[in-house]
């Protein structure tokens, strides 16, 4: 009841609500009610409700009362979807800030105390000293750091001359099923296509920089007739490189079956080292393939800090691996350290064995005055008639 009605109603009070029996002011909880009506998803005539709510009496304060509780419940209700929204915000972006706090590989000590990695194996000769390495050598998986020997071989077979394309590999439509079912897998490959001719420096480019694992088999078969003779001769030239822990099961390291150790795999890295064109090639930022396109080398610390190419590998098996050479001038002169890291724990492995890498050369040749970033011109494409 409004407070008009309340003081003395008149006779035609008395009749206008006899006439509209049931008609009343809202009060604020009706209002509430009201709101919460509104924001439901019945179907609603605000207009129509509000005619009728008005009918016979419009300047009444009952009227105005109940319009005002309506407007209170509504702001009320838009206050609490606001504050509701805010919250969940800011626990989003709790959530998201508990889900990325991780450190950093480059925030994390991956030597002990002792110089040698916290976890997994480490190798390295610095200068022409004697080859030096951690405790606890075993032969575990090495993901594509297998892909060195791979190039080497290819290159035993098919010298390359410096600035030569040598050999070529045609494309046929097994590598392009044998592709796709990498591609499924969540292999590193790079995209080939049925006729595509691919040079052998271009191979080595592809083997060598993004890691295809497809062009690794592909050559494989190529150049020994099938993957298991090709693997066969991964192994005996290990063999004769003295990598008497090293076992190749297949041409690329994603069969966790390709094992070795920091020493072997360090063997393997001198003799590469002073192969003049896998070098150059391990010191390629760069290269345009002919389908693929431009494709980059997965060594980011390529042209930093001295280090000059060489090779990474990862995967959940093997962690993160690092074949490298260091380049830094001295007071003495200019030091090379030549040195792997297998076994690195990290969120994103490759760079864990690129920090781990960098730690060892920072321990090693220390407060060195470092050569600038070597000026490496990217590697052009292939001439158009080479397709």
């Known amino acids: 009841m409004t407070h008009r009605e309340s003081a003395r109603p008149t006779s035609v009070a008395r009749r206008r609500r006899r006439r509209r029996p049931g008609l009343r002011a809202l009060a604020p909880e009706d209002g509430l009610a009201r709101a919460e009506l509104m924001s439901s998803n019945e179907p609603r005539d605000d207009n129509n409700s509000a005619r009728a709510e008005g009918r016979g009496s419009r300047g009444s304060r009952g009227s105005r009362g109940s319009q005002g509780g309506r407007a209170g419940a509504v702001l009320v209700v838009a206050v609490l979807v606001v504050i509701a929204a805010l919250l969940l915000a800011v626990l989003r972006a709790t959530s998201l800030r508990a889900g990325d706090d991780r450190p950093s590989e480059k925030d994390v000590a991956y030597l002990s105390t002792d110089g040698w990695p916290r976890t997994g194996q480490g190798a390295y000769v610095l200068g022409d000293r004697a080859p030096a390495v951690s405790p606890h050598q075993e032969p575990v998986p090495i993901a594509s750091l297998a892909k060195v020997m791979t190039a080497y071989l290819v290159l035993r077979h098919d010298p390359l001359d410096a600035g030569g394309q040598g050999r070529r590999f045609v494309v046929d439509e097994a590598d392009v099923v044998d592709t796709e079912a990498r591609r499924r897998e969540g292999q590193s490959i790079v995209a080939l296509r049925a006729g595509e001719v691919l040079t052998e420096r271009d191979a080595l480019m592809a083997i060598l920089l993004p890691s295809a694992n497809n062009v690794a088999a592909l050559v494989a078969r190529q150049v020994a007739g099938s993957v298991p003779a090709f693997v066969a001769e991964m192994n005996e030239t290990a063999r004769g490189l003295g990598m008497t822990d090293t076992t190749y099961t297949d041409p690329s390291g994603y069969d966790a079956g390709t094992v070795s150790t920091a020493l072997d795999q360090l ?121």
């Open 267 to 387: 063997r393997l890295a001198q003799v590469v080292a002073k192969d003049g064109t896998l070098a150059a090639v391990m010191a390629t930022r760069s290269y345009a393939l002919p389908v693929a396109g431009v494709v980059t080398n997965t060594d980011t610390l390529l042209g930093h800090g001295g280090f000059v190419g060489m090779k990474t590998g990862s995967d959940a098996a093997a962690g993160g691996c690092f074949m490298f050479r260091v380049e830094r001038h001295t007071a003495a002169g200019t030091v090379t350290l030549v040195g792997v890291v297998l076994g690195q724990p990290g969120h994103d492995l490759i760079a864990a064995g690129l920090e781990a890498a960098r730690q060892l050369a920072d321990r090693l040749i220390p407060n060195a005055a470092l050569p600038a970033a070597p000026h490496r011109s990217r590697a052009r494409a292939r001439p158009a008639g080479n397709a």
